[in-house]
């Protein structure tokens, strides 16, 4: 059974998303991906937790937003974690 994402010892979801080095082949993975998606002014996005848990900017399209959420249950599934 896939082990929720929650606060343990002192981790979070920054460090689950961003720094843990167990998802580091996953988490690589999901930025190639996201590091592909532009604004709507054509500059790459600032990928940080507020944009893979809310990805409600301006700046962003809605199909956009749903290929965010897409790519991170993709790489919540990928390490086998859950919400």
Known sequence: ??????????????????HCIRYSKQR?????QLLQIRDKKDK??????????APHFDNISKSQRRIIKEVLFEF????????
């Open 76 to 83: 919540i599934s990928a390490t086998t974690r859950s919400l």
């Open 28 to 32: 690589e993975e999901m930025m190639d």
């Open 44 to 53: 790459t996005i600032d990928i940080s937790e507020t944009l893979l848990l």
């Open 1 to 18: 059974m896939p082990q929720p994402v929650r606060v343990v010892h002192g981790k979070n979801a920054e460090h689950y998303l961003f």
